[in-house]
């Protein structure tokens, strides 16, 4: 039984590192600062954009799958009553329900964390 947890930790660590390090590696050489942002980037220390990526990182593995499995469906749902309810009068109402629910952020990036780019959150316009 020791032996099974002890792989299922190996296996654990090994996702979690599969996870982290690309992007670690990949996001500050993929990134583009833009016009003037040489004050920003100076001011971020290495210590800063790897908390911020670890943020980045949970952030999206927690938001994620709660916006596409529960909030989307769930308002696209709602939408649905709604449209039903009123016999197609609230169409309107209908799409910004479906709308509200399903667009903005998705995927929370290390600028985000970092507070250079804006979230976006459902209801968003």
């Keep these: 039984m020791r032996r099974a947890m002890r792989g299922e930790r190996r296996t654990r660590a090994a996702l979690l590192l599969l996870l982290l390090v690309p992007a670690l590696l990949a996001g500050p050489a993929q990134a583009e600062p833009p016009a003037g942002a040489a004050s920003v980037a100076e001011k971020d220390s290495t210590g800063r954009v790897v908390v911020a990526s670890f943020g980045s990182i949970l952030g999206t593995i927690v ?3 709660f916006k596409a499995v529960i909030l989307c469906p769930g308002m ?3 939408a649905g009553v709604t ?3 009123t016999l197609g009068k609230a ?3 209908a799409e910004y329900l479906a709308r509200v629910g399903c667009t903005g952020t998705y995927l929370i990036g290390r600028d985000m964390v970092q507070g250079y780019e804006r979230f976006e959150g459902s209801g968003t316009r």
Aim: net charge negative; hydrophobic share 50%; glycine share 0%.
């Design 63 to 65: 938001y994620a799958p």
């Design 76 to 78: 696209a749902l709602a």
């Design 83 to 85: 449209y039903a309810a």
């Design 91 to 93: 169409k309107e109402d």
